[in-house]
């Protein structure tokens, strides 16, 4: 199963191109399929992430593609993609770095404190003000603490740990 905080966002399609299938993607950054032996996209489809191969792809620009997705080959076909956003692994584009990522990448990441050590496990972010808050499962209770950038010392997406520095008091509330 696809989950969204293992995709990033590359653009969205536009409206289809002919009438064989092929759909405009139009790109917010530098991707390549070249590397891959099976290039594909993914699109949210009825709250599903699912994944689409490409039979074929060429470039109308630096910042446009004419895709062709394997199993649409219609114009009809290709309208049900229009004006959805695509994404893909982050591999894939070129000039990823973590200044891509939204907050909600890091739900399912634990949090270990400079001083106290492990903290818990992101399970929400709270958006619901203008602070974002990062949601803790700390002790088989909600711990709010908030999502910022100064916060964090370091960051490791391989065992999707946080390692940051709370203030004083944060986890005594």
């Known amino acids: 199963m696809i989950k969204k905080d293992d995709i990033v966002p590359i653009g969205y399609f536009a409206k289809p191109h002919g009438i064989k299938g092929e759909i405009n993607l139009i790109l917010s950054g530098d991707v390549s399929f070249d590397e ?6 993914i699109c949210e489809m009825d709250g599903i992430l699912v994944p689409f191969y490409l039979e074929e792809y060429r470039y109308k620009s630096d910042t446009t593609l004419f895709v062709k997705l394997e199993h649409i080959n219609s114009d009809e076909a290709a309208r049900e993609f229009a004006n959805r956003e695509v994404f893909c692994p982050p591999e894939v584009v070129l000039d990823y770095d973590d200044d891509r990522l939204t907050w909600s990448h890091f739900i399912g990441y634990k949090v270990f404190d400079n001083a106290h050590g492990l ?3 992101i399970i929400d972010i709270d958006e619901s003000t203008l602070n974002i808050l990062l949601v803790i499962n700390h002790n088989d209770n909600e711990l709010l603490i ?3 950038e100064e916060l964090i010392l370091s960051v490791d997406h391989d065992s999707k740990q946080l390692k940051v520095e709370l203030p004083d008091g944060l986890l005594d509330l």
Do not use: N, Q
């Open 146 to 148: 908030p999502a910022a």
């Open 36 to 41: 891959w032996d099976e290039p594909y996209i």
């Open 119 to 121: 903290v818990g496990e």
